[in-house]
T-cell receptor, first 115, second 114 residues
Framework: AQKVTQAQTEISVVEKEDVTLDCVYE???????LFWYKQPPSGELVFLIR??????QNEISGRYSWNFQKSTSSFNFTITASQVVDSAVYFC????????????FGSGTKLNVKP | AAGVIQSPRHLIKEKRETATLKCYPI?????VYWYQQGPGQDPQFLIS???????DKGSIPDRFSAQQFSDYHSELNMSSLELGDSALYFC?????????????FGAGTRLSVL
């Protein structure tokens, strides 16, 4: 069975601090995909990144970076020098390649960045 | 770039009424997914369609039905609405066999059942 756990329900930081959002997943599949989505207060879900299970290279995009470790089944997301505009709920999601038809979402982490 | 379009953005209904939500996928995307997100919850998969055929089904109540039309847009029909149906309904689209198989989400339809 697929499952995604985001243990941090809510995190508050002050602007310019670095923050890491944790994501731990469970799957029996050897091939799978992991995603991060951002949901700002306006409600839409914004795609941030996709990672497949064969690619454990860390990725950096501006202030965002992702650390994928199969050994610990984790796909953590770090925001460097956080800004108020980063305030949102962040969802980690998992899908299996044989069934692209559903995402399994974690419960989300609400990030509050204070000025 | 064109995104997933959902209409209406907001909908207010009373108990036992019917609602229809519409979704227009990104051009050339052949797969549409519907998710329901309750207050403070993560999105839950309802149903999906590939090339106008239902491809997967999740926790969709029997009171709900959906279809994908020849132009690939999709409609989610909800009957005998209950208070618990109040939620944000997302539609997402993707292209099967595309290099990334990423689901792109619309802005959602916020349904309030009074």
């Amino acid at each position: 069975a697929q499952k995604v756990t985001q243990a941090q329900t809510e995190i508050s930081v002050v602007e310019k601090e670095d923050v890491t959002l944790d994501c731990v997943y469970e799957t029996r599949d050897t091939t799978y995909y992991l995603f991060w989505y951002k949901q700002p207060p306006s409600g839409e879900l914004v795609f941030l990144i996709r990672r497949n299970s064969f690619d454990e290279q860390n990725e950096i995009s501006g202030r965002y970076s992702w650390n994928f470790q199969k050994s610990t089944s984790s796909f953590n997301f770090t925001i460097t020098a956080s800004q108020v505009v980063d305030s949102a709920v962040y969802f980690c999601a998992l899908s299996a390649p044989y069934n692209f038809n559903k995402f399994y979402f974690g419960s989300g982490t609400k990030l509050n960045v204070k000025p | 770039a064109a995104g997933v379009i959902q209409s209406p953005r907001h909908l207010i209904k009373e108990k036992r009424e019917t609602a229809t939500l519409k979704c227009y996928p990104i051009p050339r995307h052949d797969t549409v997914y519907w998710y329901q997100q309750g207050p403070g919850q993560d999105p839950q998969f309802l149903i999906s369609f590939y090339e106008k055929m239902q491809s997967d089904k999740g926790s969709i109540p029997d009171r709900f039905s959906a279809q994908q039309f020849s132009d690939y847009h999709s409609e989610l029909n909800m009957s005998s609405l209950e208070l618990g149906d109040s939620a944000l309904y997302f539609c997402a689209s993707s292209r099967r066999g595309g290099s990334k198989n990423i689901q792109y989400f619309g802005a959602g339809t916020r349904l309030s059942v009074l």
